[in-house]
């Protein structure tokens, strides 16, 4: 599946899940607006993602993790070690160019 579908289906699984409508979101969207996001039709921008996640009460990485389990088929765990791992990697390069001791 393509991103954009699958982060739609993401957003409309966690609000369902969440007894919530798209007119819930109306501080900071339009349901025409939601309902394209929903759809696949639009992506939204990070700073809508934690608008939306704010909304739905749950973690920005939540709605992405859901979005990307989705459009890979994936195992959660497996997303989650992949991840953990290129952070690590990512503050451990960091760290090591910078003189500075590895951020955890």
């Known amino acids: 599946m393509e991103l954009k579908p699958a982060f739609g289906t993401a957003l409309k699984l966690i609000r369902n899940r969440r007894g919530m409508t798209q007119e819930d979101f109306g501080v900071i969207s339009s349901r025409t607006y939601l309902s394209s ?23 920005p990485l939540t709605v992405l993790a ?6 890979d088929s994936a195992a959660l765990e497996a997303l989650m070690r992949q991840v953990k791992g290129e952070y690590e990697w990512v503050f451990s390069e960091t760290s090591r160019n910078l003189g500075e001791p590895a951020h955890r």
């Open 37 to 59: 996001l929903e759809r696949g039709l639009k992506c939204p921008t990070l700073e809508k993602v934690e608008d939306l996640a704010a909304v739905l009460n749950v973690h």
């Open 66 to 71: 859901v979005a990307y389990t989705i459009k």
